[in-house]
T-cell receptor
Framework: GENVEQHPSTLSVQEGDSAVIKCTYSDSASNYFPWYKQELGKRPQLIIDIRSNVGEKKDQRIAVTLNKTAKHFSLHITETQPEDSAVYFCAASIHTGNTGKLIFGQGTTLQVKP | GAVVSQHPSWVICKSGTSVKIECRSLDFQATTMFWYRQFPKQSLMLMATSNEGSKATYEQGVEKDKFLINHASLTLSTLTVTSAHPEDSSFYIC?????????????FGPGTRLTVL
């Protein structure tokens, strides 16, 4: 089955700096790659996603890149702010028909220091 | 946007009892829902796929007789933890893709914190 590896497990940056989180996946059939932000005790919130027919996607300060050949994808957050501090999860899914189950990476705890 | 609710938000029970957790899609229909378990400071682990009108599909290592799933309608899936033990204490979260829409996007419920004494 699919396996998703995420690095680093913790990341500390200064406010205003950029943060990059990387994930690799094992199943080349995976075609959907979302990123979630989770604050303590709360539900994961989708922040950005990318599908396998796209190499890069950007939404304001957040961007995701996908390299299908290498089977890895990355989250880039620019101009980080203290409110970006949270746990970030990548996931991969093989989406067929009307559904596809998400397999999550281990998570990255991002700390943005003021 | 699509909203998924869970009830209860937290529950404390004695060892050996059963606990039922509900997952509802409030403003959309979901033929499929997913159940995850998350231990403290760990990732979300997929437990099972709940299918409306048919049996759930369980992930390897998840006991189907212990974690009973029922998806009786297009807006409700329930997870029953039977004969709960302290090691079942965890954060249980459901998710649902939007049927008929961008079905790869999943919407998560707020989670249920289960504590077994």
């Amino acid at each position: 089955g699919e396996n998703v590896e995420q690095h680093p497990s913790t990341l500390s940056v200064q406010e205003g700096d950029s943060a990059v989180i990387k994930c690799t996946y094992s199943d080349s059939a995976s075609n959907y790659f979302p990123w979630y932000k989770q604050e303590l005790g709360k539900r994961p919130q989708l922040i950005i996603d990318i599908r396998s027919n796209v190499g890069e996607k950007k939404d304001q300060r957040i961007a995701v890149t996908l390299n299908k050949t290498a089977k890895h994808f990355s989250l880039h957050i620019t101009e980080t702010q203290p409110e970006d501090s949270a746990v970030y999860f990548c996931a991969a899914s093989i989406h067929t028909g009307n559904t596809g189950k998400l397999i999550f990476g281990q998570g990255t705890t991002l700390q943005v220091k003021p | 946007g699509a909203v998924v609710s869970q009830h209860p938000s937290w529950v404390i029970c004695k060892s050996g009892t059963s606990v039922k957790i509900e997952c509802r899609s409030l403003d959309f229909q979901a033929t499929t829902m997913f159940w995850y378990r998350q231990f403290p400071k760990q990732s979300l682990m997929l437990m099972a796929t709940s299918n409306e009108g048919s049996k759930a599909t369980y992930e390897q290592g998840v006991e189907k007789d212990k974690f009973l799933i029922n998806h009786a309608s297009l807006t409700l899936s329930t997870l029953t933890v039977t004969s709960a033990h302290p090691e079942d204490s965890s954060f249980y979260i459901c998710s649902a893709p939007l049927a008929g829409g961008r079905t790869d996007t999943q919407y998560f419920g707020p989670g249920t914190r289960l504590t077994v004494l």
